[in-house]
């Protein structure tokens, strides 16, 4: 994969801000379903205890918490879609960055705070406030200028990295659900 340039990067900024803010699509849903494996669904189930179900969020646990068990407020990770347009290409390279949904939706700080929710499919989403940032596997597959870009001032703002949420009424989602601020 061709890492792209801080230029380049910069150059996509305009696209992600266009992301629609009330209503978008959910674009892609991938279930982590051991350290570095990546399963694409098109459906999934978004559970109270689990997250989205066959994800290993729970069995995993977090760095995060004092007893290393998995951190609620990190239970789903979502990405806006068109950051990965631009930093990894074809949906297919998109599971790499390691989020479960990946949306073509405004996650900017502006437009989703803590406490935001979404609607996707017939399940809710609360976006927490624990921060969403790029790290070492970030860069490997991505580039030392995507990581930059992601942990700039900007790229936190924008939540170009991603955010954290937890899931607040279970339900199904499925790949093409609008995605929508209550």
Known sequence: MTHRTIEELEAGLAQIRNAPSENGTLRLIVARTAVDEREIVEQGELTLESGLAGDNWLARGDRHTEDGSADPLRQVTIMNSRVLDLIAGPTQEWPAAGDQLYADFDISETNA????????????LEVTTAPHMGCGKFKVRYGHDALRWVNSEAGVALKLRGINARVIHPGTIQTGDPIAKL
Do not use: E, H, V
């Open 113 to 124: 705070p803590a406490g935001t929710r979404l609607k996707i499919g017939n399940a809710t």
